[in-house]
């Protein structure tokens, strides 16, 4: 059936004007016409369903509640209560209520246009000198932001503690509530809640787990070392990034395997990875991309959201990750 040109067109008006305006579910290669919203909003209505399924991929564009709200009233869709912390999965089922009816020769025709595929054009490889560069660009585009915590403040740090650390216990390796960690100033808005998750660390028995306090506030005591927190950002490791890249890139890694060498070459010496692991300045790490364990697969990894992961005074690291609504720890050896 699709969607009516009326409802495409009360859609894309609820859509942030400059997502619309640039055409930036598409890669940019599609430019609507009019100067106003309200005029790019009916060009877009007037296009294919495929490009309202692209359109609400949380994986380029997560909307905030209020926006997925707005949407699912349009579209007629029931939301599940229960998922208002995750805003990307109320956003999913938005995407699959498009999916449903959605005609699959034209989906795969725009597709076509926009990717390409193996039938229309040769395999995508990547070759030397480029391919560094490819590879790059792809890790720039889904590199997420992170927070180092660092014991001294600065002007390049927030002003407020992000953290605290019990220096006294993992000094001594014994058994306690490590770290405490305010989840209001977390990178990722997925995660953000307000209250504090504390992190009890014993690794004697090695196990951790993790008690979340809503409404507290952070307040350092004795013994424990306020941590502030630095932006930066974090290029995904070349097992994530060959998971996470766009099909182009996929298609390009599989026909020239060897390509990921060069990043994975370019990764260690370029990205603070072996630093971060060996110096004692960064206590822990907010948000970012998992690492790869033997334990468990980087598929099985990419299903949580990454939290925290400590590191200074902290061997075997700890990884806090959110499933749901649930969190788990991990000890990590190193």
């Not at 070759?127 to 585009?141: Q, S, V």
């Not at 509530?177 to 997925?190: S, Y």
């Not at 822990?284 to 200074?312: C, F, K, N």
Request: net charge negative; charged share 30%; with cysteine.
């Amino acid at each position: 059936m699709g969607f009516p040109v009326s409802v495409k067109y009360q859609i894309y008006q609820t859509f942030p004007e400059d997502y619309i305006d640039t055409g930036v579910f598409v890669n940019h290669k599609f430019v609507p016409e009019g100067k106003s919203q309200k005029e790019r909003a009916k060009w877009w209505a007037g296009q294919s369903d495929a490009f309202l399924m692209f359109a609400l991929e949380p994986e380029i564009a997560t909307f905030d509640l209020n926006t997925i709200r707005k949407l699912a009233k349009i579209m007629k869709v029931t939301l599940d209560p229960e998922d208002d912390e995750f805003p990307e999965d109320q956003q999913l089922v938005l995407l699959d209520e498009v999916m449903r009816d959605l005609n699959k020769s034209e989906y795969d025709e725009i597709a076509n246009v926009l990717y390409g595929t193996p039938a229309a054009a040769p395999p995508a490889t990547l070759d030397e000198p480029t391919n560094r560069d490819e590879l790059w660009n792809e890790a720039e585009r889904i590199a997420r932001p992170i927070l180092l915590l660092v014991a001294r403040k600065s002007k390049s740090t927030t002003q407020e503690p992000v953290a605290v650390w019990n220096s006294r216990l993992s000094q001594k390796g014994a058994a306690g509530e490590w770290i405490r960690i305010d989840l209001r100033h977390h990178p990722n808005p997925k995660l953000r809640r307000d209250g504090v998750l504390a992190i009890h660390v014993d690794h004697r028995a090695d196990n951790s787990t993790t008690t979340f306090q809503a409404d507290q506030q952070l307040k350092p005591e004795k013994g424990e070392k306020a941590l502030y927190g630095k932006e930066e950002v974090e290029f995904p490791n070349p097992e994530i990034l060959e998971i996470k890249a766009s099909s182009k890139i996929q298609s390009a890694i599989a026909s020239s395997p060897a390509a990921v060498d060069g990043y994975e070459t370019d990764y260690w010496e370029e990205c603070y990875p072996r630093d971060l692991y060996s110096h004692t300045e960064v206590y822990a790490q907010v948000g970012g991309w998992p690492l790869t364990w033997p334990e468990q697969s980087a598929e099985e990894m990419l299903d949580s959201h990454l939290v925290l992961r400590t590191y200074a005074d902290s061997e075997p690291w700890v990884e806090i990750f959110r499933t749901g609504r649930k969190y788990e720890a991990f000890t990590r050896i190193t």
